[in-house]
């Protein structure tokens, strides 16, 4: 079964899907209402999102159904996944920093542009490499 | 609690002098009209900050302003601080993070600060409520203090702050109030003004929910925006670049093409290998820990965190190194060491002072030390040169400037208020319009950089207008053009050295980015369409806040906006000949690729045209009778004639 | 054999790991040395080329100076190349 998994060092605090889980059941911008919040630690250096939901969402934003936060997260600090998935993106994004420093501030299935997987010699066609 | 609406605004005035405090409604009209955030605070600047007001008495207001926008997943956090600026300009900047949603959520929407406190106060607001709180213990403290010590203080690591330094304390010039630690805003002069009421600080917490018109209708309208947005759909190819890497990947590029200012813009070229050493691939790869964002971003990683890992000045911390400071505390003033530039930027947002001001005043100050005009005898024995050699020193010369100690006290001035001091043609080396020092922005190979800085009411600011560069005009069809009524040769417009439509380009970019910052959103989300279409902001806005009026109504808020910007300039005096490059742009050309010096030969045509597609009087700048009645703004062109001012 | 410069930008050096290189190539435009760059590094053409026009993907730029010119921004990718050229690939 597929749950919301957080990558909190992925997590840049804008807090995007704290503010529209809020409004999802009554049209209110209430961060109260969330069923997910992202904890600041002070001097603003590290931001936590804790989630208090099952992954079913009230109003998913897109047509694919999958919960509203991980769709509008700019990161790929959430991801909605089963757990060996899970597991799986969480070491692809560690292969992937080793490589470049980009993913240090972007997960790298969230970057469109082509570049080249750890192990790999050059850059192959997006179809080619499984996402 | 319940919920707020956007529809109709609210403004708490307070008093300093006495501590009286009022909580009011603005009318209605006035979010159709002016939209919100830098519209409304244009308006309540021109009514209530009347010509001659002394800019560091009691009668200088200083308006924080949010927006209708605040608080909704578009807002981006941004807000708009304005009051008259120390040299007699409208002084107005954004900024964003957390603040604005926050003083939303208290149920306030602007926050008027007139008169002056007799010891330092911080205000301290809660859902409405207010109090004015002793500062004393906060006076004095670097802006990072004073983010832990409030926090510390109030118990609560989610309340949202905006605040001054040491700099703008000592009334340092162009000193900005900072805010989430590495935001800022108000060079123009809201630090100085703040600091001249004897408010450190402000404090905001606010729990109420916002509720807007129509939910469906809003998230659609988000869908549409984030299209635009978002690193996987947006049309413009700077988008995953920008978002991740940031500004300083220009530094490579500009040097290769002749558009990055070096050594105080008597080159225009520097060297590739240092460009690259402070470029971005080298701070993503070696200094940033972490990803930021302003709220509810679309981007990963506008902001970011960054740490010095290894050396003289291993564990400085810092964050967003942007555009400014590649140039400002690199090629400017030929630096290459990257820590070295970090740790003298991450020390200006320390002490409160603004980058530009600094950057530009210490290279007028190498100018002049070359040219002996300055000597080591005016320095403190600091060998002032171009290539930074004395790094300690430098370090020490900024602390200097925000405390205002020794040859310090010189440089806080800003370089156009030291050249009138030091004299003897120092002049020449200072690159400031209307007293406010440059950007990051070639002029010489983009004559809409150079109309822009210098028509810009409050001095140089290309957010004004963003962004500077010139884009793919295939970006937009015509067909699209047709349709938004926008009357522009884009090929034309969009050729850097071409004097041709920049009037008019120029226009409409800051009538656009007026609206946007009036939401207030970013005027970094423009790119995707230029910034040639608004309509999903139009969308966003009637949705939000339940206001129904046409497109063109919607534009024409963002108009009345540079109007009433250009008339508070006016009734303090500015005129045509304020509008016009610094002294090195129109007399030196650039000593290689043919790039011309700004001569009134090229310059003057394009500031006539800008000034006829406004519908102003070219031989002034005033707007005239007829457009400022066509906006709504009559009010205006009698005042006008009460001062005995001519209006057309 | 002609001697040129090229520099990567940002996104760029994902796909190449270096920020620039001197490179001898018998190209003799702009489109062979994308065919060049894409058979060693990957990625160039799906980067550069647009499939629907067989030109530059308007999403990106490529500067190209002669020795001691001023760059100018490629929109033809048939541009010709000459010895000691720099090419900046964004």
């Known amino acids: ?40 630690v002070p001097g603003e250096e590290k931001d936590i999102p804790m989630v208090d939901c099952n992954g079913r969402c009230v109003r998913p934003l897109y047509d694919d159904g999958g919960p509203t936060c991980v769709a509008v997260c700019p990161t790929g600090a959430l991801i909605y996944e089963e757990r060996d998935d899970a597991v799986a993106r969480r070491l692809e994004l560690e292969a992937a920093r080793e490589e470049h420093g980009l993913f240090k501030v972007i997960a790298p299935w969230k970057w469109p542009l082509p570049w080249r997987r750890p192990g790999a010699d050059k850059v192959t066609p997006v179809m080619e490499t499984d996402l | 609690m319940t919920a707020r609406d956007n529809r109709v605004q609210t403004i708490l005035w307070a008093d300093l002098s006495n501590g009286s405090t009022r909580l009011e409604m603005l009318p209605e009209e006035w979010t159709r009209k002016y939209l919100g955030c830098r519209g409304i605070n244009a308006r309540l600047l021109f009514d209530e900050v009347k010509a001659g007001t002394d800019p560091l008495g009691p009668d200088n207001v200083l308006f924080f302003g949010t927006g209708p926008m605040d608080g909704l997943p578009v807002g981006m956090g941004r807000m708009s601080i304005a009051c008259k600026s120390p040299r007699g300009t409208v002084a107005e900047g954004s900024f964003g993070g957390f603040f604005g949603p926050e003083l939303r959520r208290a149920g306030i929407d602007y926050l008027a600060i007139r008169g002056q406190a007799d010891h330092p106060v911080y205000l301290y607001i809660e859902d409405g409520r207010i109090e004015v709180r002793d500062a004393s213990h906060l006076w004095g403290l670097k802006t990072n203090e004073t983010d832990a010590a409030l926090r510390k203080e109030l118990s609560d690591p989610d309340v949202q702050l905006r605040y001054i330094g040491p700099a703008a304390e000592n009334l340092v010039h162009a000193s900005p ?118 709220w509810c971003c679309p981007w990963p990683a506008c902001q970011k965190l960054h740490e010095i890992k290894s050396g003289k000045y291993q564990g400085f911390k810092g964050g967003n190194y942007w555009a400014a400071q590649p140039v400002t505390f690199g090629s400017l003033i030929d630096n290459d060491d990257l820590d070295w530039l970090l740790v003298i930027s991450g020390l200006c947002n320390q002490y409160g002072l603004d980058v530009f001001h600094v950057g530009y005043t210490l290279a007028w100050a190498m100018e002049c030390f070359e040219n002996g005009l300055l000597t080591m005898a005016d320095t403190d024995g600091l060998e002032l040169r171009f290539g930074c050699q004395d790094k300690d020193g430098l370090i020490d010369l900024v602390r200097k400037i925000a405390m205002r100690e020794g040859f310090g006290d010189l440089l806080a001035l800003g370089c156009a208020e030291a050249s009138k001091i030091v004299g003897r043609g120092s002049e020449r080396f200072c690159l400031c319009v209307k007293g406010q020092e440059l950007e990051g922005i070639a002029e010489r190979n983009l004559y809409m950089v150079a109309l822009g800085v ?26 699209e053009l047709a349709e938004l009524g926008i009357d522009l040769d884009l ?10 439509q920049k009037g008019k380009l120029l226009r409409w970019f800051t009538i656009s980015r007026a609206i946007v910052e009036s939401m207030p959103s970013c ?57 016009h490059p610094p002294i090195r742009m129109a007399t030196e050309d650039v000593p290689y690729f043919g790039y011309r010096k700004l001569d009134a030969e090229d310059f ?33 062109a009698d005042e006008f004639d009460a001062l005995g001012i001519e209006v057309e | 054999m002609k001697q040129l410069e090229l520099r990567y930008v940002a996104h760029v050096t994902t796909i ?39 030109q530059l993907n308007l999403n990106t730029m490529i500067y190209y100076s002669d020795p001691g010119e001023v760059p100018i921004s490629v929109i033809d990718l048939d541009h010709p190349i000459g010895d000691g050229g720099t090419v900046t690939f964004w």
């Open chain 2, 604 to 636: 003057e045509p394009m500031l006539d045209e800008y000034y006829e597609a406004n519908g102003w009087t070219v031989a002034t700048s005033i707007p005239t009778r007829k457009k400022l009645e066509e906006l709504g703004l009559g009010d205006v």
């Open chain 2, 523 to 579: 005027v970094f989300l423009v790119r995707d369409t230029l910034g040639l279409d608004m309509r999903p902001w139009w969308n966003l806005f009637k949705a939000a806040t339940g206001v129904e009026l046409d497109y063109p109504e919607f534009v024409m808020a963002g108009e009345r906006l540079l109007n009433l910007d250009r008339a508070f300039n006016v009734r303090e005096g500015y005129r045509r000949a304020d509008d």
């Open chain 2, 177 to 294: 109030i900072f805010g989430n630690l590495n935001n800022s805003g108000g060079r123009a002069g809201c630090g100085e003004v703040m600091a001249s009421k004897r408010l450190k600080a402000i404090a905001v917490r606010g729990s109420r929910g916002i509720r807007v018109a129509d939910y469906d209708a809003f998230l659609e309208a988000y869908k549409v925006l984030r299209q635009r947005l978002d690193l996987a759909t947006s049309r413009d190819m700077w988008t995953p670049v920008w978002s991740t890497y940031g500004a300083p990947v220009l530094a490579r590029l500009f040097t290769d093409i002749g558009n990055l200012m070096t050594c105080n813009a008597r080159e225009m070229r520097w060297d590739f290998d240092k460009a690259t050493r402070i470029s971005a691939e080298n701070y993503l790869d070696n200094y940033v820990t972490k990803a930021k964002a302003c």
């Open chain 3, 16 to 54: 190449t790991d270096i920020l620039q290189e001197g490179h001898q190539t018998e190209a003799v435009t702009i489109r062979e040395l994308l065919d060049e760059l894409d058979a060693r590094y990957g990625g160039f053409h799906e980067l550069f080329v647009n499939l629907d026009t067989g």
């Open chain 1, 1 to 40: 079964m597929k749950r919301i998994y957080v990558i909190e060092d992925l997590c840049n605090g804008c807090r995007l899907c704290e503010t529209f889980c809020s409004s999802l059941v009554n049209g209110v911008f209430d961060v109260k209402q969330s069923r997910i919040n992202v904890i600041k």
């Open chain 2, 454 to 479: 210098a028509v810009s009411e409050v001095g140089p600011d290309h957010t004004r207008w963003y962004p500077p560069y010139p884009c793919n005009p295939s970006l937009i069809s015509k067909e």
């Open chain 2, 491 to 500: 090929r034309l417009a969009f050729q850097g050295r071409n004097p041709e």
